[in-house]
């Protein structure tokens, strides 16, 4: 088992560039696959980004591909998720998620676990 606990969320402009992470307690983080989903007001929550537990495989949201990199330090237990180039529609809740020995699925019904979230906020 796994918790999560999402930081770096924020106010930024367009435009500008904001990092999220996500610290995990638990034994054996290695073998976890990691992601990102988001959640805007009114709407469902969508799949951002997700790395596979080996490293070797991500995904990225056509919507976010070419600006947002997931990335993982196993040494620390933590994922990332650097956003640059952020939009106004881009502002959500963004929540991590794991799931052990995934291969980084788009479907947020394969992520047995799960942050709290952490607000990112883009003002135009």
């Known amino acids: 088992q796994v918790q999560l606990v999402e930081s770096g969320g924020g106010l930024v402009q367009a435009g500008g560039s904001l990092s999220v992470s996500c610290a995990a307690s638990?034994?054996?983080?290695?073998?976890?696959?990691l992601a990102w989903f988001r959640q805007a007001p009114g709407k469902e929550r969508e799949f951002v980004a997700a790395?596979?537990?080996?490293?070797?495989?991500?995904n990225y949201a056509d919507s976010v591909k070419g600006r947002f990199t997931i990335s993982r330090d196993n040494l620390k237990n933590t994922v990332y998720l650097q956003m640059n180039s952020l939009k106004p529609e881009d502002t959500a809740l963004y929540y991590c998620?794991?799931?052990?020995?995934?291969?980084?699925?788009?479907?947020?019904?394969?992520?047995?676990?799960w942050g709290q979230g952490t607000q990112v906020t883009v003002s135009s």
């Open positions: 638990g034994r054996a983080f290695s073998t976890y696959a």
């Open positions: 790395l596979s537990f080996t490293g070797r495989a991500t």
């Open positions: 998620a794991a799931n052990q020995y995934g291969l980084g699925s788009l479907r947020s019904r394969d992520y047995a676990y």
